[in-house]
């Protein structure tokens, strides 16, 4: 029973200073995580001056930012909306939803940034090129939105 009691003091601990370090709030609920946002957009000049490892990269991180966004763009187009501002009620099977939506997804994007990582080397440099400037373009227009 001791022993039990010293987990359960220990676990509480660190979800103490867990929450601490972050404000004392716990993280919003979100379906699109706010480091969806792209720091930086290119032109074709930057791209074709880089090497195609650091092209594999940038197609990377647009591809993911896609993954993020997109489905979710009818509810709000901002990364990082809590499920208020999507319009959703914050109710248990909602907040499930969430949790699995997140779960899966962050799934996905580790197997597809494990594929990329093997095949987009293989990619032609020009199609590479084509391809992030399209995936910006798009993110672009949702911002716009």
């Given at each position: 029973?001791?022993?039990?009691?010293?987990?359960?003091?220990?676990?509480?601990?660190?979800?103490?200073?867990?929450?601490?370090?972050?404000?004392?709030?716990?993280?919003?609920?979100?379906?699109?995580?706010?480091?969806?946002?792209?720091?930086?957009?290119?032109?074709?000049?930057?791209?074709?001056?880089?090497?195609?490892?650091?092209?594999?990269?940038?197609?990377?991180?647009?591809?993911?930012?896609?993954?993020?966004?997109?489905?979710?763009?009818?509810?709000?187009?901002?990364?990082?909306?809590?499920?208020?501002?999507?319009?959703?009620?914050?109710?248990?099977?909602?907040?499930?939803?969430?949790?699995?939506?997140?779960?899966?997804?962050?799934?996905?994007?580790t197997?597809?940034?494990?594929?990329?990582?093997?095949?987009?080397?293989?990619?032609?440099?020009?199609?590479?090129?084509?391809?992030?400037?399209f995936?910006?373009d798009?993110?672009?227009?949702?911002?716009?939105?």
């Amino acid at each position: 029973m001791k022993k039990l009691l010293t987990i359960i003091s220990v676990c509480a601990l660190f979800s103490t200073y867990s929450y601490g370090q972050k404000g004392g709030a716990a993280p919003a609920q979100t379906y699109v995580s706010a480091t969806a946002k792209l720091e930086k957009y290119f032109t074709e000049e930057e791209l074709n001056k880089l090497g195609k490892l650091e092209l594999t990269q940038i197609y990377m991180s647009r591809v993911v930012a896609l993954v993020e966004i997109m489905p979710y763009i009818a509810l709000h187009p901002k990364p990082g909306a809590s499920l208020e501002e999507m319009g959703i009620r914050k109710s248990e099977g909602n907040l499930k939803h969430v949790e699995n939506a997140n779960k899966n997804k962050s799934a996905y994007i580790t197997a597809m940034k494990v594929t990329l990582e093997d095949v987009i080397p293989y990619a032609d440099k020009v199609n590479m090129i084509k391809c992030i400037l399209f995936y910006e373009d798009i993110i672009k227009k949702t911002e716009a939105l």
